[in-house]
T-cell receptor, first 115, second 112 residues
Framework: ETGVTQTPRHLVMGMTNKKSLKCEQH?????MYWYKQSAKKPLELMFV???????ENNSVPSRFSPECPNSSHLFLHLHTLQPEDSALYLC??????????????FGPGTRLTVT | DAKTTQPPSMDCAEGRAANLPCNHS???????VYWYRQIHSQGPQYIIH???NNETNEMASLIITEDRKSSTLILPHATLRDTAVYYC?????????????FGGGTRLMVKP
């Protein structure tokens, strides 16, 4: 596997379910991100992890809970979601280093539908 | 991050150059210009970035005006596979947290 992978690619869940999205990066990067892309809206940054520490929580509801067990893996735990949480959830990674460009590499996304 | 303004959509004929403008009139001296694109149903893809000099790589060229208040992304020979939404983002290079703020972008349609 190369780049950034995300599983599952598609997920349908009820409002009372608990599920997790998984992201894995094979690029040796030290920062990982979760973004949300709703229909006809710009990408919204949700969470940022740098060196496995959360450095940003962009006012995301507590029904979304991120976890970064190591620099290669990132999870997004979901519980008690609402239909308006249906969206494409994108994971990205980058190599943080002072003074250099840190382009982000994105995974293919998980298309989530909450029923 | 400085706000950017892009046209919502553009068309380009296949094989011709696609010139995508971006206005960032409030850009600060230490803010870089980044371009990403998102092909339908895929994650965004990094294209290029620059500070004040023009930049070129295998994908595109980035032309930044001398006052840095606007820039143009150039795809020299557009193909149908270049049909995507193109995002212009400006940000401070050393800003902790490495947060990208995406706007609406420009939807480029390359036509045969």
């Amino acid at each position: 596997e190369t780049g950034v992978t995300q599983t599952p690619r598609h997920l349908v869940m009820g409002m009372t379910n608990k599920k997790s999205l998984k992201c894995e990066q094979h690029l040796g990067h030290n920062a990982m991100y979760w973004y949300k892309q709703s229909a006809k809206k710009p990408l919204e940054l949700m969470f940022v992890y740098s060196l496995e520490e959360r450095v940003e929580n962009n006012s995301v509801p507590s029904r979304f809970s991120p976890e970064c067990p190591n620099s290669s893996h990132l999870f997004l735990h979901l519980h008690t979601l609402q239909p308006e949480d249906s969206a494409l959830y994108l994971c990205a990674s980058s190599q943080d280093r002072q003074g250099f460009g840190y382009e982000q590499y994105f995974g293919p996304g998980t298309r989530l539908t909450v029923t | 991050d400085a706000k950017t303004t892009q046209p919502p959509s553009m068309d380009c004929a296949e094989g011709r150059a696609a010139n995508l403008p971006c206005n960032h009139s409030t850009i600060s001296g230490n803010e870089y210009v980044y371009w990403y694109r998102q092909i339908h149903s895929q994650g965004p893809q990094y294209i290029i970035h620059g500070l004040k000099n023009n930049e070129t790589n295998e994908m595109a060229s980035l032309i930044i005006t001398e006052d840095r208040k606007s820039s143009t992304l150039i795809l020299p020979h557009a193909t149908l596979r270049d049909t995507a939404v193109y995002y212009c983002i400006v940000r401070v290079l050393n800003n902790a947290g490495n947060m990208l703020t995406f706007g609406g972008g420009t939807r480029l349609m390359v036509k045969p």
